[in-house]
């Protein structure tokens, strides 16, 4: 009798274990509402290759989004910096500064032959380092914000263009805050922090060409006029002078001819 009372009692503590641990399963695998709301939230803090994947699905998801100087949202368009900066926080929640001159400092320096998909690349596009960025997806392709007039598109590195404008690449480390290295002593602006001074620049440039021309308009001005007032003093000089000679002829007395001295 014995026996038979062992084993259910045995089959009822073995069920009772897989009943309570069958809901701990399920807890771990549910995904939450934020989760279901951003499926990459859940990848947020992880460093391996799911992260930088959804990294460059975030980032390949905006191919075609035009790009606009200023611009931080896919809606209303994306410059190279406000691309690469919403595509970090929104895969990685990793908030990188706002300009390319600034995201140059963030992170570590990457040699070429490192690189890596999600590394940051950056151009010379503007006649100054790291005016120019872009995120490395491999194969010497990455994908960036051109310009304006153009979409975000994927782009080939080893071309001619790209190879004579590469200024170098950074790595973020994710997970952890982002650390920016000391500004040089000449620091490089990137194409929205130096559209600015730029502006400036141009508004001094055309300042000084109009106080230039309206210079020049004011000499000739005067010139005109004192070549006015001396050819009006020359013309009355020259008229008081004949009006003098005529009143001398009139008052001068006629001279006897010899005739006229022999008769009288």
Same mark, same amino acid.
């Given at each position: 009798?014995k026996?038979p009372l062992?084993?259910?009692a045995l089959?009822f503590?073995?069920f009772?274990?897989?009943?309570?641990?069958a809901p701990?399963a399920q807890?771990?695998?549910?995904a939450t509402?934020e989760?279901?709301?951003?499926p990459?939230?859940r990848f947020?803090?992880a460093?391996?290759?799911e992260?930088?994947?959804d990294l460059l699905?975030?980032?390949?998801?905006?191919i075609?989004?035009?790009?606009?100087?200023?611009?931080?949202?896919p809606?209303?368009?994306l410059?190279?910096s406000g691309f690469i900066k919403?595509v970090?926080?929104k895969?990685?929640?990793v908030n990188?500064?706002?300009?390319?001159a600034?995201?140059?400092?963030a992170?570590r320096a990457?040699?070429?032959?490192e690189?890596a998909?999600?590394d940051l690349v950056f151009?010379?596009?503007?006649g100054?380092?790291?005016?120019?960025?872009?995120i490395?997806?491999?194969g010497?392709k990455?994908?960036?914000?051109p310009?304006s007039g153009k979409?975000?598109?994927?782009?080939?590195m080893t071309g001619?263009y790209?190879v004579?404008?590469?200024?170098?690449?950074?790595?973020?480390?994710?997970?952890q805050?982002v650390q920016l290295?000391a500004?040089?002593?000449?620091?490089?602006r990137?194409?929205?922090a130096?559209?600015?001074?730029?502006r400036?620049t141009?508004k001094s440039?055309?300042?000084?060409?109009?106080?230039?021309v309206?210079?020049?308009k004011?000499?000739? =001005?005067? +010139?005109s006029? !004192?070549?006015?007032t001396?050819?009006?003093? /020359?013309? $009355?000089? *020259?008229?008081a002078?004949s009006?003098k000679? =005529?009143a +001398?002829?009139? !008052?001068a007395?006629?001279?006897?001819?010899? /005739?006229q $001295?022999? *008769?009288s």
């Amino acid at each position: 009798m014995k026996l038979p009372l062992f084993l259910p009692a045995l089959f009822f503590a073995f069920f009772m274990t897989f009943a309570y641990a069958a809901p701990e399963a399920q807890v771990k695998g549910f995904a939450t509402s934020e989760e279901q709301s951003d499926p990459i939230a859940r990848f947020a803090s992880a460093p391996g290759e799911e992260a930088v994947g959804d990294l460059l699905l975030q980032a390949m998801s905006l191919i075609g989004v035009a790009y606009r100087f200023g611009g931080n949202s896919p809606a209303s368009g994306l410059d190279c910096s406000g691309f690469i900066k919403y595509v970090f926080e929104k895969s990685l929640k990793v908030n990188l500064p706002r300009t390319a001159a600034e995201m140059a400092r963030a992170g570590r320096a990457v040699e070429r032959d490192e690189l890596a998909a999600g590394d940051l690349v950056f151009f010379n596009t503007r006649g100054f380092r790291n005016s120019h960025a872009g995120i490395y997806l491999g194969g010497n392709k990455f994908i960036h914000a051109p310009r304006s007039g153009k979409n975000i598109e994927v782009s080939n590195m080893t071309g001619s263009y790209w190879v004579s404008r590469y200024n170098g690449a950074r790595r973020v480390q994710r997970g952890q805050p982002v650390q920016l290295e000391a500004a040089a002593e000449h620091p490089v602006r990137s194409r929205e922090a130096a559209a600015p001074v730029a502006r400036a620049t141009s508004k001094s440039k055309a300042n000084s060409r109009n106080k230039v021309v309206a210079g020049k308009k004011s000499t000739a =001005q005067k +010139s005109s006029v !004192k070549s006015r007032t001396s050819t009006r003093a /020359s013309a $009355k000089s *020259s008229k008081a002078s004949s009006t003098k000679k =005529q009143a +001398s002829a009139k !008052k001068a007395p006629a001279k006897k001819t010899s /005739s006229q $001295k022999k *008769s009288s």
